[in-house]
T-cell receptor, first 111, second 109 residues
Framework: EDQVTQSPEALRLQEGESSSLNCSYTVSGLRGLFWYRQDPGKGPEFLFTLYSAGEEKEKERLKATLTKKESFLHITAPKPEDSATYLC????????????FGAGTRLFVKA | NAGVTQTPKFQVLKTGQSMTLQCAQDMNHNSMYWYRQDPGMGLRLIYYSASEGTTDKGEVPNGYNVSRLNKREFSLRLESAAPSQTSVYFCAIQAHEQFFGPGTRLTVL
């Protein structure tokens, strides 16, 4: 059964304090690992897709990396506007059209 | 280009009442999804539709029904609402990544 576990549940940072969010996954035949950002009261917004171990993608202060068991979302010199919940999700070969989501990491960045 | 729209945005029901949540997309994608999101549990798939005319159960289908009316519209119906269905409901469409609507916040008293 495909599974996604995210840690920590919540992370509090000072502005400029870099850190990483973890996404551990088990999936039968990875077809894609996805990162989303969700602001309070809104739907998730797509950030990145990673397909194979060793792949990296960047967008502004965010960089996503992938190994065979984990993905990390690195946040460099965060700003208060980076505060949000970050969701990790996977799609595997046996899930058909289904995507499995983790519970998310709530990030708080204080000025 | 509105993407994915959902109505209503908020709803309060009494136990046993019925209602339909509406979802429409203008992105011309085949796959549409209904999720519920509860604190600490992430997004859980209720039903999905891989294409017009087909629907399949997800992880938590009990107490819900769906209709894929046409390629644009996918509705979720609660026939007899229960307090356990208090949640935030999201509709999504899928290219490779998913695009989500703004959500419907439902409270069942």
């Amino acid at each position: 059964e495909d599974q996604v576990t995210q840690s920590p549940e919540a992370l509090r940072l000072q502005e400029g304090e870099s850190s990483s969010l973890n996404c551990s996954y088990t999936v039968s035949g990875l077809r894609g690992l996805f990162w989303y950002r969700q602001d309070p009261g809104k739907g998730p917004e797509f950030l990145f897709t990673l397909y194979s171990a060793g792949e990296e993608k960047e967008k502004e202060r965010l960089k996503a990396t992938l190994t065979k068991k984990e993905s990390f979302l690195h946040i460099t010199a965060p700003k208060p506007e980076d505060s949000a919940t970050y969701l990790c999700a996977v799609r595997g070969n046996t899930g058909g059209f289904k995507t499995i989501f983790g519970a998310g990491t709530r990030l708080f960045v204080k000025a | 280009n509105a993407g994915v729209t959902q109505t209503p945005k908020f709803q309060v029901l009494k136990t046993g009442q019925s209602m339909t949540l509406q979802c429409a997309q203008d992105m011309n994608h085949n796959s549409m999804y209904w999720y519920r999101q509860d604190p600490g549990m992430g997004l859980r798939l209720i039903y999905y539709s891989a294409s017009e005319g087909t629907t399949d159960k997800g992880e938590v289908p009990n107490g819900y029904n769906v209709s894929r009316l046409n390629k644009r519209e996918f509705s979720l119906r609660l026939e007899s609402a229960a307090p356990s269905q208090t949640s935030v409901y999201f509709c999504a469409i899928q290219a490779h990544e998913q695009f989500f609507g703004p959500g419907t916040r439902l409270t069942v008293l």
